[in-house]
């Protein structure tokens, strides 16, 4: 059974950072394409950024890029989201997704992913 766990989420102020991180089971974890996305109340998932199999290839939505970074490491089934210079418009639910295609990271929509997680919580106050 796959699961995809995601910790990491919290309250910050404006300017603040946050690590996000996402454990994996169940799956051969270096074979899959790694994305974080999120989603605010009544709107859309939203595509954040996405990490090919070996690490080395990344992907950012304009919105993040400059602020987030993505990593993972295969040895720990982990994939991880640090987030600085934190906006109030960064406040959503934070999906951890897992898609069986790659090796390199691309942009997917939400119905290309195999696996999710069960989202954390980040809230960013003014």
């Known amino acids: 059974q796959v699961q995809l766990v995601e910790s990491g989420g919290g309250s910050v102020q404006a300017g603040g950072s946050l690590r996000l991180s996402c454990v994996a089971s169940?799956?051969?974890?270096?074979?899959?394409?790694m994305a974080w996305f999120r989603q605010a109340p009544g709107e859309e998932r939203q595509f954040v950024a996405t990490?090919?199999?070996?690490?080395?290839?990344?992907t950012y939505a304009d919105s993040v890029k400059g602020r987030f970074t993505i990593s993972r490491d295969n040895a720990k089934n982990t994939v991880y989201l640090q987030m600085n210079s934190l906006k109030p418009e960064d406040t959503a639910v934070y999906y951890c997704?897992?898609?069986?295609?790659?090796?390199?990271?691309?942009?997917?929509?939400?119905?290309?992913?195999?696996?999710w997680g069960q989202g954390t919580q980040v809230t960013v106050s003014s």
């Open positions: 169940g799956l051969s974890f270096s074979s899959y394409v």
């Open positions: 990490i090919g199999w070996g690490g080395g290839s990344t």
């Open positions: 997704g897992a898609a069986r295609t790659g090796p390199f990271a691309v942009q997917l929509n939400p119905t290309e992913f195999d696996h």
